[in-house]
């Protein structure tokens, strides 16, 4: 749709409620729930200060709904998807059919072939160095540096984000998220920088944008069977990569393999996933217990659920 979070509940509320009371108790529901998020993320992006709203200084990322309105800077729009969905290679053939650059939130896995730190999708200095101020940075030029590759002056540029909620082997409290830590993992990713290009070794961190720059959205869809082999796959190869032979003697790449593997994931975290459905019980929601009673056979129904 033409509004990137116009799919997530809590947001598209936030936009419409007329009542002024409602919406500045909901814009502090909101606010807390960030800052939740942030604290979870492991990290706090550039220009977060302990006890701050999100952002630094007044706490607030106002204004910026569209950064830039009178330049012929293109805006954002997010490719939603769950990872090994086919993210990288849709944005191949973006590049190939247009000759114009990408974005990515994960401007760490996507270096300047130069320079190898990421590069801001936001170049203008004034504009760049508003938005950090604000604690705000991202998203980053994909494939940066590629020689046929150039920036587009109108439109609308695709921004690689998987969001939150996807970890491969976690328990249920990594991958449930509220909607507002949900929007906020949207607009989170990392960047490679050298602080005002004095410091001798690049600093790798964690980032996170206002989400309001984004205009539109594509969610990218792959069947979830699919996607849970292939996750596998892409385990396997780490399997193999880092020489993991105790895994390689369990688990090969075959139906008998995957089985497996996916067996062991299920009971690896059966207790916690019990625990956390009897605490939902308890409040009142007996949907997740029974679910996992449906589910408990059911080859890696974790990545399903996700």
């Not at 605490?279 to 589910?295: P, R, T, W």
């Amino acid at each position: 749709g033409d509004d990137a979070v116009g799919s997530r509940q809590h947001w598209t509320k936030a936009n419409t409620i007329i009542d002024a009371e409602k919406a500045a108790a909901m814009e502090k529901e909101a606010e807390e729930d960030a800052k939740a998020a942030i604290e979870r993320m492991g990290g706090k992006p550039i220009g977060y200060k302990s006890g701050d709203k999100v952002g630094t200084g007044d706490g607030k990322w106002k204004g910026m709904s569209d950064p830039l309105p009178d330049s012929p800077y293109p805006r954002l729009a997010w490719l939603l998807s769950f990872p090994n969905s086919g993210t990288s290679y849709t944005m191949k053939l973006i590049e190939t059919a247009t000759g114009h650059h990408v974005a990515s939130n994960y401007g760490d896995h996507n270096l300047h072939k130069v320079t190898k730190l990421s590069e801001p999708f936001f170049d203008n200095e004034k504009v760049f160095n508003d938005m950090r101020q604000r604690g705000s940075i991202g998203p980053f030029i994909a494939d940066a540096g590629g020689k046929k590759m150039t920036r587009t002056d109108s439109g609308y540029v695709i921004t690689k984000t998987h969001c939150g909620g996807y970890c491969f082997k976690c328990a249920p409290k990594k991958y449930t998220l509220t909607d507002s830590e949900f929007i906020l993992k949207c607009a989170s990713g990392g960047w490679v920088y050298k602080d005002d290009f004095k410091s001798v070794e690049p600093i790798t961190a964690k980032t996170v944008y206002d989400p309001k720059i984004i205009q539109r959205s594509v969610h990218l869809i792959r069947s979830p069977y699919d996607n849970m082999v292939s996750r596998y796959h892409l385990e396997h190869n780490h399997m193999e990569r880092f020489d993991r032979q105790k895994d390689l003697a369990k688990y090969d790449r075959e139906r008998a393999g995957f089985r497996k593997f996916c067996k062991d994931l299920n009971k690896q975290y059966d207790t916690e996933e019990q625990e956390f459905a009897l605490a939902a019980k308890k409040n009142g929601n007996d949907k997740l217990k029974k679910a996992l009673d449906i589910v408990k056979d059911v080859p890696c129904y974790e990545d399903l659920f996700k």
